[in-house]
C-alpha cells in the first residue's frame, strides 16, 4: 500500500515534467553580511555572508545544533545577531516575512477560518478578512473546513490551516522551520507537493529548515549546509520541476550532501 502510493505520488508528479521556467519575482531578497550569533560562550553562527535572490525556494540542512533554525529566526527578524547585518528586500521590513513552525500552533477556541485570519492585520475589516481567509484555505484545499474546529482535523489538515495562516497575508518570505517533520510518511509527501505547488503560483521567497536531505532536495532550488556556525556547502539544485523521486541527478546531489554531512567529520545529523 505504501509503494502504491509513492507510486501515485510520483506518476502525479512528473505529468508535466519540463525545464524550469523564469518566474516573477514577488519574493523578497535577502542580504546577511557578518552575521554572527552567540548565547553566552557558545558561538553558534560565525561571520555567516548570504545572499538569496528574490523569488528562489533555499533548503538549510546541518547537524542537530549546527544554528539551522538559529539562522532561520535571525534572517526573518524573530532574533537580533550578536552582530553583522540582515537586509531583507529594497526598502522592506520584516513585516513581509511569515515563519511556520513544526507544531500548527492553532487556537483551539478558534474555527479553523479564524485560525487562519489571525494572520491578517486586526485593522482590516471583518468581512475582507473572512473573504482572505477563505481564499488562503482554498489554496491549501480546505475550503470546505473552514466552519470546523481544530480539534477534528488529522495532523495534516492542522499543517494545511498553519500554512494558510501563513500564506494568507501574501509574505514576501516565507521560513519553514521543520514543518513537515511530526507527518506520517504518505502525508509528508502530500505536504511536499503542496508546498511546492503553491510557492510556484505565489512566488514568495522561500527558506526550509529539514533534517531530511530528500524534502530538501524536492523542494528547494539551493541547498546550505551548515557547520560550525558557517556554510560549509552551499549546493544549487539544477534539475527539472516537478522532480521524481528515486531521479538519478537527485540522487547523485543526495549522495554529496550526505558524504559532507558525515564523512567530513564523523557525526550524524
Known sequence: ????????????????????????????????????????????????????????SVAIVGKSGCGKSTLLRLLVGLDEPTSGSVRLGEGTGHGTARLMFQEPRLLPWRRVSANVEVGLSPAIPSAERRRLALRALGEVGLADRAGEWPAVLSGGQKQRVALGRALVSQPRLLALDEPLGALDALTRIEMQGLVERVWQAQHFTALLVTHDVGEAL???????????????????????????????ALAALEGRIIDRLFNDHGAGI
Open 218 to 248: 524536492a523542494l528547494a532550488d539551493r541547498i546550505l549546509v551548515l557547520d560550525a556556525g558557517r556554510i560549509a556547502l552551499d549546493l544549487p539544485v539544477d534539475v527539472p520541476r516537478p522532480r521524481r523521486r528515486g531521479d538519478a
Open 1 to 56: 500500500m505504501f509503494a502504491a502510493a509513492l507510486r501515485r505520488a510520483d506518476d502525479t508528479l512528473d505529468l508535466r515534467r519540463e525545464p524550469a521556467r523564469p518566474q516573477p519575482a514577488f519574493g523578497a531578497a535577502i542580504t546577511a553580511r557578518g552575521l554572527a550569533k552567540s548565547f553566552g560562550p557558545k558561538t553558534v553562527l560565525a561571520g555567516l555572508d548570504l545572499h538569496v535572490p528574490a523569488g528562489q
